[in-house]
Structures are given as structure tokens and as C-alpha cells.
């Protein structure tokens, strides 16, 4: 599975993006998806994720009403809806795809795409 995002920028506080993470090699249903983000000096923080086949979406606390994530399964495609954004959002974001395989769990990055919120 490979995995590659777009859709980062620079955005004035209140703004907001949309962010697109398309997969080729495999069907994305088949796998938990998610998306991380990671401020300089920061570990990487998980901000939403929907369990593979769709049934159950998650967020982090600090996006929840902001942010939400989706999948086009005809599409191949998770995306990123980011609303109100702060400054305290300003990150590289990054698409994630988890699978149990034969070793434990098997996980696919994208290579990060830049959100940076200021005004």
C-alpha cells in the first residue's frame, strides 16, 4: 500500500483546509485509517482515524467540532476536513493505513504535507 497526501498550505487563523490522501497497491477499506500530526519539538499525535470498513470514527479531543475525516472507497481516497483552525493546528500532517499482519501490526505513512496556521 502506498500512500500520498496534498492539500497542506498556509491558512490565516479561522481558515480552513482540506487535506487528500490517495492509496494505490490496495483497497483502503480493507485498513484502519487514520491521520497524525507532528509540531516541531513534538512527538507525532494521532488527530482522527476510521476503523477499516467505515463503522466507527475517532478524534483527538483538541479537534473534535473542527476537524473530520472520511473515505471515498470508489476513490481510494481518506481525506482531512480541517475547520476553525488555530495556530496551536500548525504541524506536518501525516495519512496513516494499519493492518494486522503475520509480525503484529503493519502501518503505511504518506510523506507529510505541511499545515501551517498564522496570520
Known amino acids: 500500500l502506498q500512500l500520498r497526501e496534498s492539500g497542506g498550505g498556509l491558512v490565516q487563523p479561522g481558515g480552513s483546509l482540506r487535506l487528500s490522501c490517495a492509496a494505490s497497491?490496495?483497497?483502503?477499506?480493507?485498513?484502519?485509517t487514520g491521520w497524525f500530526r507532528q509540531a516541531p519539538g513534538k512527538e507525532r499525535e494521532a488527530v482522527a482515524g476510521v476503523s477499516s470498513g467505515g463503522r466507527t470514527t475517532n478524534y483527538a479531543d483538541s479537534v473534535k467540532g473542527r476537524f473530520t475525516t472520511s473515505r471515498d472507497n470508489a476513490k481510494n481516497t481518506m481525506y482531512l476536513q480541517m475547520n476553525s483552525l488555530n495556530p496551536e493546528d500548525t504541524a506536518v500532517y501525516y495519512c496513516?493505513?494499519?493492518?494486522?499482519?503475520?509480525?503484529?501490526?503493519?502501518?503505511?505513512w504518506g510523506q507529510g504535507t505541511q499545515v501551517t496556521v498564522s496570520s
Open positions: 497497491g490496495s483497497t483502503m477499506d480493507e485498513y484502519a
Open positions: 496513516n493505513a494499519a493492518a494486522a499482519c503475520w509480525y503484529g501490526i503493519c502501518n503505511y
